[in-house]
């Protein structure tokens, strides 16, 4: 099959095998120069195959030297249908990991359900036996409530009054105003219920109930805050509030867990990036088009594997304990919440236009980390040439 990238909306539904690999190997090469990590060595991560999770996957194994459980849904490649490129980075890496000499195994179905959970558990109990980090990186738009059947649909929406701000058609490259109106209480329950910390600390009871986790283990969820300008769309609405409750529950875990096993369970606040998920997000590919050139220009920019490394090296396996703020998260935002990034972010906003778009903002550098993330525009691949979708 000849695979050429299909966007649709803010999705591609097509992924290349070759592409996606070589992004999976650039990250583990750039995590080999990295200095080790003297991390965990058993490590299950739930939402493994793309973006956050996936980069957590890497640097666990090639930065710390850790086994790993991947958690993920994603589907293998039927008929005309690539698979997805989650599929591909996973096939890819259990390659990568298992050469190296690490265990890698992988669970891929419906996080959220009981029966997903108990299928890890028992692998767990085959192979790595006991965890020291458990990564909580899932990212969906629907839940179904393991005990209710409940089905729960998130939505992006702020909360209280209609949100109006510019955003950005990424492909054709069209800057306007959106309008989006407040979402109702059904929908702010719905989101919260999709995208907070109940199915976290479901995985966390599990895990614990079966005795698979470690003395002195940890868990870890991730969130994000964003500046003032995505704050009624993001902080302070529906995602904003399904986050306020993952790091609710954050607090009740660690209070219950440090006594329990010398555990901890955390919230990491990390940067915004590209990934399948931020791009479905109203506004925010805009944004993360002006940041991205204001941290390139001043040397500070990171993706996943980068932002992923320094909360491994810097802040969990530091060998003291992290430095938490005010809330008790981990702040990974640091610079991008600076005030000198922030205050050129809205400078390049209140100018920002369809036709200054390319000379302002970093779009053509948000298209190509689009693209990669399903496997496109890798340099040395040849895209003409046929290649076997139904890679296992
Ligand atoms: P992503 O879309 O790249 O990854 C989502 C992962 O969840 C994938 O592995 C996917 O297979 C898995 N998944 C989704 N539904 C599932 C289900 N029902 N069962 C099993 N697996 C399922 O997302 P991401 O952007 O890396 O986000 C991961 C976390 O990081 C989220 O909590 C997100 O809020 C947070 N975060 C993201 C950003 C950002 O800018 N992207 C910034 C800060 C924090």
């Known amino acids: 099959m000849i695979i050429k990238p299909r966007i649709r ?5 097509t992924a290349h095998p070759e592409g996606c690999a070589r992004h999976v190997q650039e990250q583990i090469d750039w995590i080999r120069g990295q200095r080790p990590v003297r991390g965990p060595k058993r490590v299950l991560v739930i939402g493994a195959s793309t973006g956050y999770g996936l980069a957590s996957r890497i640097a666990a194994s090639f930065g710390a030297g850790a086994d790993t459980i991947g958690v993920f849904f994603e589907k293998p490649a039927s008929g005309v249908r690539t698979a997805t490129a989650g599929w591909y980075n996973t096939v890819a890496f259990e390659k990568a990991a298992r050469a190296a000499g690490y265990v890698a195994e992988s669970v891929n ?21 006991k965890l020291d980090l458990v990564i909580y990186s899932l990212a969906s738009p629907r839940r179904t409530h393991p005990r209710t059947g409940e089905r729960f649909s998130g939505v992006i929406k702020p909360v209280g009054a209609p949100y ?10 069209a800057v306007s105003h959106v309008t989006i109106d407040p979402a109702t209480e059904e929908e702010i ?5 999709v995208m907070g910390g109940e199915d976290w600390a479901m995985w966390t009871d599990a895990l614990d109930g079966a005795g698979v986790l470690a003395e002195g283990f940890r868990t870890i969820a991730y969130s994000y805050i964003g500046p003032e300008l995505t704050r009624p769309i ?16 954050a607090q009740e875990l660690d209070a219950r867990l440090r006594q329990r096993r ?7 606040v990390n940067k915004a990036v590209v990934t399948q998920s ?18 390139k220009d001043r040397g500070l920019h990171e993706g996943c594997i980068e ?12 060998g003291t304990p992290p430095a938490l703020d005010g809330a008790g998260r981990i702040r990974m935002d640091e610079f991008e919440l600076q005030n000198d990034v922030q205050a050129q972010v809205q400078s390049i906003w209140e100018e920002i236009r369809t036709d200054n778009l390319e000379t302002v903002s970093d779009i053509r550098g948000y298209r190509e980390e689009f693209l990669k993330l399903f496997g496109f525009g890798a340099p040395g691949i040849n895209y003409d040439v046929d290649v076997d979708p139904a890679v296992v």
């Open 234 to 249: 993001y902080r302070e609405g529906t995602i904003g509030k399904a986050k306020d409750h993952l790091e609710a529950t």
């Open 278 to 295: 931020s791009a479905a997000i109203p506004v925010v590919p805009l944004y993360i088009s002006v940041l991205y050139k204001v941290m």
């Open 9 to 13: 909306g803010f999705i591609c539904t």
């Open 164 to 173: 109006c701000n510019k955003t950005v058609d990424v492909q054709t490259g």
């Open 262 to 268: 010398g555990g901890r369970a955390l919230v990491s």
């Open 109 to 129: 179905g419906d996080a959220f359900s009981d029966a997903l959970k108990a299928q890890t558990v028992e692998l767990i109990g085959k192979t790595l036996q």
């Open 189 to 193: 329950r719905h989101s919260a219920a």
């Open 307 to 318: 932002q992923i490394y320094r909360l491994f090296s810097d802040r969990l396996y530091a």
